[in-house]
C-alpha cells in the first residue's frame, strides 16, 4: 500500500474552473471518505486520482511516484464503480480475473488470487454464476473482488452503494470498512451520505463547489465544525441554524431571538449587539418552560426516538427526543437548549467563533 499526497490541484473545463487549488495527505492504510452534495467536484477529484480525468495544473504523487501524466493501467490503483461494471457474459470467476489475464499471469497465480477473493468476500458458492444471477450486493461484491485480486497501492470507491436499498447499504458500508481493516489497505471514498462517511472513515474531507471546507475525523468534524456549511451538511437530522444577537445578563451571555432567549457559553469573543448564528443539534434543542416560541408541524415516532418538525423564528426547526413524549401537530411549545450544545458562527462570514 501507499500513501497519496495531492498538491495545489486545479480542474477546468474550457473557461469553467470546477476544482480550485486543493491539497490533500492520505496516509498509508487510511479510509479517506470525500464527501459533499452533488456537483461538489468529490467524484471528478477521484477520477483525477484514478488517471481518467486529466489535470490543469497541480501534482498527485502515489507512494514515491508522481502520477499526473501516467495512465490509469500505471497508476497501481483499483476502482469500484457505482453501477458495477460487470461483464454480463463473463461469471463471477471470469469477471474477476479479467484484469489478471490481460497482464498476462499465469493461471494458477490468477486462480489463486480470484479463490483468496471470493473467500474473504463470500463469493465461493457464486464463481460459476453470471451477474443477472447476483443479487445487488453480490454483485457489489464481486466489483470489490475485482479490485482486490490486483492488490493495488490504493482502492477507488465512487459512490458505491447507491444503488442499494436502505437496510443493503448499511451492511454493505460495514463489510467494505471491515474488508479495508483486513487488508489495512489505502482507501479514497466517494459519497453524498454523511452517514457513510461518519461511520466508515477514519478522515473526512467534506467539500462544497470544488473547494475543500474541512477536513479531520468524523468526530472532530462533527464536533467541532468550521463553519455553517459543515455544521448543517454533517449531521442527520441536520443542525438547526437559529439567527439573533448576543445580549449580555448578570451571568453571561445570551442569544435573543425575536424577545426570546437562548444562554450562550462564556466566550472572549463575544460582544453585546454581534450578530451571531446558534448552531443547535437536534438532539440538544428540547421541548422547555422558557426559551423560543414553535408550533410543532409533524411528529415522527421512530421507535428509538421522536422526531418534532417545528416552525419557529420564521423557520423550520427539528427537535429529537430520546425518550417517548406525547406531542401533537399544531402543539405551542418553547425550545430551550443548554450552553455546551450550542455551536457559534459568525452571521456574516459563516465561519464559526468557539
Do not use: W
Not at 489475464?101 to 497465480?109: A, C, N, Q, R, Y
Not at 437496510?167 to 470498512?177: G, N, Y
Not at 443547535?280 to 423560543?292: D, H, Q, Y
Amino acid at each position: 500500500m501507499a500513501e497519496v499526497k495531492i498538491r495545489d490541484l486545479f480542474k477546468s473545463y474550457g473557461n469553467t474552473e470546477v476544482i480550485h487549488g486543493l491539497d490533500i495527505d492520505i496516509e498509508d492504510g487510511e479510509f479517506v471518505v470525500l464527501v459533499g452534495p452533488s456537483g461538489c467536484g468529490k467524484s471528478t477529484l477521484l477520477r483525477m486520482v484514478a488517471g481518467l480525468e486529466g489535470i490543469t495544473s497541480g501534482q498527485i504523487t502515489i507512494g514515491s511516484r508522481v502520477v499526473n501524466n501516467l495512465p490509469p493501467s500505471e497508476r497501481d490503483i483499483a476502482m469500484v464503480f457505482q453501477n458495477y461494471a460487470l461483464y454480463p457474459h463473463k461469471t463471477v470467476s471470469a469477471n474477476m480475473a479479467f484484469s489478471l489475464k490481460m497482464k498476462g499471469l499465469d493461471k494458477v497465480d490468477i486462480s489463486k488470487r480470484v479463490n483468496h477473493a471470493a473467500e474473504i468476500l463470500g463469493l465461493t458458492p457464486y464463481l460459476n454464476r453470471y451477474p443477472r444471477a447476483l443479487s445487488g450486493g453480490q454483485r457489489q461484491r464481486v466489483a470489490m473482488g475485482r479490485a482486490i485480486v490486483r492488490d493495488p497501492q490504493v482502492f477507488l470507491f465512487d459512490e458505491p452503494l447507491s444503488n442499494l436499498d436502505a437496510k443493503l447499504r448499511v451492511q454493505m458500508r460495514a463489510e467494505i470498512r471491515e474488508l479495508q481493516q483486513r487488508l489495512n489497505s489505502t482507501t479514497i471514498y466517494v459519497t453524498h451520505d454523511q452517514i457513510e462517511a461518519m461511520t466508515m472513515a477514519d478522515k473526512i474531507v467534506v467539500m462544497q463547489d470544488g473547494y475543500i471546507e474541512q477536513i479531520g475525523s468524523p468526530l472532530e468534524v462533527y464536533d467541532s465544525p468550521t463553519n455553517t456549511f459543515v455544521a448543517s451538511f454533517i449531521g442527520s437530522p441536520a443542525m438547526n441554524m437559529i439567527e439573533g444577537i448576543v445580549d449580555t445578563t448578570k451571568t453571561g451571555f445570551q442569544l435573543e431571538v425575536n424577545g426570546a432567549h437562548l444562554p450562550l457559553p462564556k466566550l472572549p469573543e463575544l460582544t453585546k449587539g454581534q450578530k451571531i448564528i446558534a448552531g443547535v443539534r437536534p438532539e440538544n434543542l428540547i421541548p422547555a418552560k422558557s426559551g423560543i416560541p414553535a408550533k410543532i408541524a409533524v411528529v415522527e415516532p421512530t421507535g428509538s426516538e421522536t422526531h418534532l418538525l417545528l416552525r419557529g423564528n420564521d423557520q423550520d426547526l427539528t427537535s429529537v427526543l430520546r425518550e417517548r413524549r406525547d406531542f401533537m401537530p399544531g402543539q405551542e411549545v418553547n425550545l430551550a437548549t443548554k450552553q455546551d450544545g450550542i455551536h457559534i458562527f459568525d452571521q456574516q462570514s459563516k465561519l464559526r467563533i468557539n
